[in-house]
């Protein structure tokens, strides 16, 4: 039998994937994959419920149902001062990274060239190589995570079409600066390409950082793709909805690509989605302060076991260098030896790189768990390392 797609038959599973098998086979306690282990609001959850019942169980619109879209318009506004016209620059996806392989398809072309920063969530590669772009990946260092420049500047050029954009940053916790994103935002202006801007986090940040999302900088309203998800705003990460916010231009093609992909999300569940949207301050306020204190528990427990624990300032994750432990190995035998011998699962944060030279000694944990799981997490390792 002939070879199938070459490319897709060259990378291997997720590591998320193999990382929570490992977790089952074990019984390990599962900070690897960043879900929450709580239900989310029991007030959308219902909606969800009650808007399965009122006969409305068809194909929804293509664009999403005109109750979401109205909602994310009136949270784009409410929380950057951003006015959006719902019917024709929101677009609603079957989760965020349908969004980013919706938006990547609007404006990149086979031989185009994609600016992205590492370390990088593991689906922005092989979804940009997939449609024949080429990717120019900047590098970011622990334990700092700053912006280099000089380096992201010698990344535009000629061919630069597009810049994938994570802030909050999966994996390690990065907000990105105002300063970063002026800078950012003048390299898409000269260069006259687009941003995509995978902003699922934007909720969850500590200590007082604001997220800003880069649309609301000068002459970025047209240029941007704006990403959000309902998985990571109300903790149901398994109902898949996410939502584009775009320019009048760049919409149209957003919604071509997606009939494309999914065409549509259950409506129900975009429905309950827009009660979300709609909840008061408090809630949003109590969703980031309550994983600041998760996130706070987890850091202190690591720190005291030995492990050296970088700064978080958003998403559901910490960082931690393991080299203090004196562990004799990589990192991804470090995650599958405390999954093993003392029953935690990480990702090993050479996962989400691309290019050669990947730091090697740092591991991933997700904080976004019960606080009776984190503490017995840290038990586990405690007594496992002696600490």
């Given amino acids: 039998m002939r070879g199938a797609n070459t490319y897709l038959g060259s990378i291997g599973t997720t590591i998320f994937t193999v990382m929570s098998a490992l977790a089952t086979e074990h019984g390990s306690i599962n900070l690897g994959q960043g879900f929450p282990d709580t239900e989310g609001p029991a007030d959308v959850v219902q909606a969800a419920s009650d808007a399965l019942r009122d006969g409305r169980n068809q194909y929804p619109p293509m664009p999403g149902v005109a109750e979401l879209r109205q909602a994310v318009a009136a949270a784009n506004n409410r929380f950057y001062g951003l006015d959006i016209d719902w019917a024709g620059e929101v677009t609603v996806t079957s989760g965020a990274t349908e969004a980013i392989t919706a938006s990547l398809m609007a404006v990149v072309d086979p031989g185009d060239e994609v600016v992205l920063i590492e370390p990088l969530f593991d689906t922005y590669v092989p979804v940009v190589r997939m449609l024949g772009a080429i990717p120019r990946i900047v590098r970011l260092a622990p334990p700092c995570w700053d912006l280099p420049f000089g380096e992201l500047a010698d990344a535009f050029g000629a061919r630069t079409k597009a810049i994938l954009l994570n802030s909050p940053m999966n994996p390690c916790g990065k907000v990105f600066t105002a300063e970063e994103l002026s800078f950012v935002a003048d390299l898409v202006a000269r260069h006259d390409t687009y941003a995509i801007c995978d902003e699922v986090y934007e909720h969850l940040t500590f200590d007082g950082t604001k997220h800003i999302p880069l649309m609301t900088l000068p002459g970025m309203r047209q240029r941007t793709m704006r990403i959000g998800s309902a998985g990571k705003t109300f903790s149901l990460t398994g109902w898949k909805v996410g939502y584009v916010t775009a320019g009048a231009a760049l919409t149209p093609l957003v919604q071509k690509a997606h009939q494309n992909l999914t065409f549509t999300t259950a409506p129900n569940l975009q429905r309950a989605v827009a009660v979300g949207l709609a909840k008061d301050e408090a809630y949003f306020a109590s969703l980031a302060r309550e994983l600041q204190a998760r996130r706070d528990q987890l850091a202190e427990g690591l720190a ?24 004799d190995g990589d990192d991804l035998a470090f995650c599958r030896h405390i999954t093993e011998r ?4 990480a990702i090993p944060v050479s996962a989400f790189y691309e290019e050669p030279g990947a730091p090697r000694h740092y591991a991933r944990f997700a904080f976004c768990k019960r606080p009776e799981v984190l503490e017995e997490a840290i038990g586990r390792l405690r007594r496992h390392f002696g600490g």
């Fill in 342 to 345: 003392a029953g935690v699962t």
């Fill in 304 to 327: 005291s076991i030995g492990l050296s624990v970088l700064p978080s300032r958003g998403t559901y994750f910490l960082t931690t260098d393991f080299a203090p432990l004196g562990f």
